[in-house]
C-alpha cells in the first residue's frame, strides 16, 4: 500500500513564495515520475510540472521561470518551489506518483492536495 501527503500549502500575497513538499510512503520498489496538478474552482485538473526519476524537468507555460520542481529520492519527496505568485495560480494542488510498489506492481498514486490561495 502507497500512501501520498501533500503539505506546505496555505495564504500568500501576490509576489510571495510558498514551498510544497508530497512524501510518498509504504512498500515503495521504485518512483518513476512524480507530477504537480492543480484544480482551480469550476477549471479542470491541469498539470503543472513533472520530474523523472532521473531528475529531467518539464512544466506548463504558465509557470514557467517562477516555478521549480525538485525531488529526494531517498526520502521519496517531491517539491514544488513556486515563486512571484500571482492570484492566477490559486487552486488545489496535487500530487501524482507513477510508483512500483509491492510485488513490484505498478501504480499511479495520488494525494489529497493542499489549498493554494494567492492575494491580490
Known amino acids: 500500500q502507497v500512501q501520498v501527503v501533500e503539505s506546505g500549502g496555505g495564504l500568500v500575497q501576490a509576489g510571495g513564495s510558498l514551498r510544497l513538499s508530497c512524501a510518498t510512503s509504504?512498500?515503495?520498489?521504485?518512483?518513476?515520475?512524480m507530477d504537480w496538478y492543480r484544480q482551480a474552482p469550476g477549471k479542470e485538473r491541469e498539470l503543472v510540472a513533472t520530474?523523472?526519476?532521473?531528475?529531467?524537468?518539464t512544466y506548463a507555460d504558465s509557470v514557467k521561470g517562477r516555478f521549480a520542481i525538485s525531488r529526494d529520492n531517498a526520502k521519496n519527496t517531491v517539491y514544488l518551489q513556486m515563486n512571484i505568485l500571482e492570484p492566477e495560480d490559486t487552486a488545489v494542488y496535487y500530487c501524482k506518483a507513477d510508483v512500483y510498489g509491492r510485488f513490484r506492481v505498478r501504480g499511479i498514486y495520488w494525494g489529497q492536495g493542499t489549498q493554494v490561495t494567492v492575494s491580490s
Open positions: 520530474i523523472t526519476s532521473g531528475g529531467a524537468t
Open positions: 509504504g512498500t515503495i520498489y521504485s518512483i518513476n515520475a
